[in-house]
């Protein structure tokens, strides 16, 4: 019923970057840890990277030193800088909230966007 709203998704070339966007509802950003998931044909879904409320971030080993993950609280928005992109990022890319803080600990996700490597 609620979704995020997901952006910034494309075709790059490797070595190249993509900044992708997730935006929520205040009220359920504020009391959410953030994290960026994705899901490659054939593959289980994985977690790419995390942002807690308090600013703590923790990265797959894959994409360490090459993804930042960020969030502007006056936005009520998320980010996933990814640069240096490899073929092996290519994957639908799923944004989530965990409501932690709010009742019931609702989850909620957007709705995934294509992120094409490949020269």
């Known amino acids: 019923q609620v979704q995020l709203v997901e952006s910034g998704g494309g075709l790059v070339q490797p070595g190249g970057s993509l900044r992708l966007s997730c935006a929520a509802p205040g009220t359920i950003f504020s009391f959410s840890d953030m994290g960026w998931y994705r899901q490659a044909p054939g593959k289980e879904r994985e977690l790419v990277a995390r942002?807690?409320?308090?600013?703590?971030?923790n990265y797959a080993d894959s994409v360490k030193g090459r993804f930042a993950i960020s969030r502007d609280n006056a936005k009520n928005t998320a980010y996933l800088q990814m640069n240096s992109l490899e073929f092996e990022d290519t994957a639908v890319y799923y944004c989530n909230a965990d409501g932690y803080r709010l009742a019931g600990r609702p989850n909620y996700w957007g709705q995934g966007t294509q992120v094409t490597v490949s020269s």
């Open positions: 942002i807690t409320t308090s600013g703590r971030t």
